[in-house]
């Protein structure tokens, strides 16, 4: 069995995508692996990139120069798809991380996985569904940064005398309300899933075939967990714990 710690290499398209998305990003692909190999793309003379200068050294970012060729031409993508596929057949990346909303690069995600390499994509919400689905796993960083914000807000609050305890309390999180698709994806996935005699799917199964679809992710509705979604639907699922897992089952 192979215990080495994953190798992650995260490309950023920083014309593309938000700066301070960087620090929950790496939190993410930290399930993947250890994000040795950190490179951010761009044209550093535009004051448009000024606040990604701000997070090279803070975050260990290799700022990859890249000059506008041509007006109205961005050679970034290019210089990004290069460097991933040299960093493919190196063999020394288990997984990769591209960091954009740009839907140029739909053929190197889809280039990666067919060598069964994981690619989790990281962008805004107008990202396109093309680039979306070809990779592994799409999560919006929008949804990343309000989320992280929120759980800053919990860990740093103070708790003075007379104030409840810090578990007791709840800040308000930024949510994004559960529409009647994901509630359809997720009654597939139960559908799909083995039930027992009562009608109960085992949460761990169906979130297994409900990530088969790449853009599905629970982060993007601000929730850290697939049950806490869920519970979410209201009364379109019961949820159920039987000692140390979960199970599900779809109400209508």
């Not at 004051?47 to 975050?59: A, D, I």
């Not at 990530?211 to 049950?227: I, W």
Request: aromatic letters at 8%; hydrophobic letters at 35%; proline letters at 3%.
């Amino acid at each position: 069995m192979d215990n080495r710690l994953k190798n992650i290499a995260l490309l950023i398209d920083a014309d593309n995508v938000k700066a301070e998305g960087i620090d929950p990003v790496l939190t993410v692909l930290a399930e993947l692996g250890q994000v040795n190999i950190r490179r951010a793309y761009g044209n550093w003379a535009k004051p448009g990139l000024t606040n990604w200068s701000k997070h090279t050294h803070r975050y260990g970012l290799q700022p990859v120069q890249q000059f506008d060729m041509t007006r109205g031409k961005n050679a970034t993508d290019m210089a990004m798809t290069i460097d991933a596929i040299d960093l493919l057949y190196d063999g020394k990346v288990d997984g990769f991380g591209i960091m954009s909303s740009d839907s140029d690069f739909t053929p190197l995600a889809t280039r990666l996985r067919q060598d069964g390499i994981t690619v989790y994509g990281f962008g805004d919400s107008k990202t396109p569904e093309a680039f979306r689905t070809a990779c592994t796993r799409f999560i919006e960083v929008d949804a990343l940064i309000a989320s992280a914000s929120s759980n800053e807000e919990v860990e740093t609050d103070g708790e003075e005398e007379n104030e409840a305890p810090r578990s007791s309390r709840r800040k308000p999180s930024a949510k994004t309300p559960v529409d009647q698709e994901v509630i359809d994806l997720l009654g597939a996935a139960w559908k799909a899933s083995r039930r027992d005699a009562q009608g109960f799917a085992q949460l761990g199964e169906m979130g297994k075939i409900a990530n088969n679809r790449s853009s599905f992710d629970v982060r993007n509705f601000g929730y850290r967990r697939l049950v806490d979604l869920i519970e979410a639907c209201g009364q379109q699922f019961q949820v159920e714990r039987r000692d140390d897992a979960v199970y599900v089952k779809r109400l209508r």
